[in-house]
């Protein structure tokens, strides 16, 4: 019979080399929706912004994990009562904090499956493992749904400051060479302490939190809201939808059968039972990739210029506005393309658009982060920062955008 050594040990670009605590997370890391995250990408379609941002969902939970040790030793060491059950259960709630994530980590949300999320899918593998895991996954899951008793370990799983922000953070950083989205993880999580069942950051670490935020801002509107990464996953949910639209008037289109299944059949949080999270867990970024590669040549002239465009990397043309885009605006380019195509106004959509982002690097009114001070008094981060831009990373900021061929 073949026996795993199961006292592997990752060698990560970021941190280093990484144990695994224990048998049961060297288990679940071996299961199958587990290994799945290895052909998610971390960061959607940003790698054709950033060449090198072809890291995975996979990476980042090993990292996380790390975190949540280094976190644990840390609180320990405070004199932070933490038990080997509550240990265990952190460390499997942030494993699998997004195991739930569809192909290209966020596209699927948006076109193939309605009304559910990545957050409710990663419950449903959680409870799934737990019945296979005969209940072991069960104080993790009342960690991760924010139920348990002592705040502060939900905290660290979710929170302004957790360890997934600590980890995402200076992990895209590094894949995609943006240097200043560059955080110290790790002397952010040696400043960590615990009052009152919540998690505080010492006052000596308050320049660290400082940074972190900013460069939180800074990640998010050179990164993650990159204008062409933002029309490449626009592109990505529209070349779903338009390929279920096509398979519910009798299309035969060329896929896996996982993705068929998703194409045919209309999935919401109502339905989404046993069989869906089964077949959930064959699809990944492959199938989207490979059914895209066939659509390209498709009769159909929405799903194949769609599908040329993202894998030529040949996109639409973005702008974004500091004030709402005037409809007369869109309307000149639905008329222009409608000029050049057989195209009907209502499938115009597909090629022009537009829309709004926003970015609050900081939300003071909820889960604030607490900074404690040397007089033993726990304040918001607002109060103890002598940096204006912190209040100023409080405002949410909203732009517009509006996308349209070339």
Known sequence: ??????????????????????????????????????????????????????????????????????????????????????????????????????????????????????????????????????????????????????????????????????????????????????????????????????????????????????????????????????VAEQLLTRVLKRAKELTSQGVQLQSSDALSYFLKNEISAKNFDEKVLETFSRLDDTDIISAMKAWQYHDDFILRNLCDMLINRDLLKVKIKNKPIKPATLDKHINRLMERYPISKKDTEYFVFMDEISNQAYQSDKQTIKILLKTGKVVNMTKASDLFSIKALSKPITKYYICYPK
């Open 1 to 230: 019979m073949k026996t795993n050594n199961k006292l592997k040990i990752f060698n990560d670009p970021i941190y280093g080399f990484i144990t695994i605590p224990n048998s049961e997370i060297f288990d679940l890391i071996e299961h199958k929706f587990f290994q799945r995250l290895r052909r998610i990408s971390q960061m959607g379609l940003s790698y054709l912004v950033y060449p090198g941002a072809n890291h995975t969902r996979f990476h980042h939970a090993i990292g996380c994990m790390y975190l949540m040790q280094k976190a644990v030793n840390v609180l320990r060491f405070k004199g932070v009562t933490i038990s080997n059950e509550e240990e265990k259960a952190l460390y499997i709630a942030i494993l699998l904090h997004d195991i739930g994530h569809g192909p290209f980590s966020h596209a699927m949300e948006h076109s193939i499956v309605n009304g559910i999320s990545h957050e409710e899918i990663s419950m449903l593998f959680m409870k799934k493992l737990n019945e296979e895991f005969n209940g072991s996954l069960t104080l993790a899951i009342q960690i991760f749904e924010g139920n348990y008793h002592r705040p502060f370990l939900c905290e660290l799983i979710s929170s302004q400051f957790d360890m997934d922000r600590a980890d995402y953070l200076k992990r895209d950083s590094f894949y995609t060479g943006v240097a200043e989205g560059n955080i110290n993880s790790e002397r952010l999580i040696t400043m960590l302490n615990v009052v009152n069942n919540t998690l505080v950051v010492e006052e000596k670490g308050i320049y660290s939190v400082e940074k972190f935020l900013v460069a939180r801002r800074f990640m998010y509107w050179q990164v993650y809201l990159h204008k062409t990464g933002l």
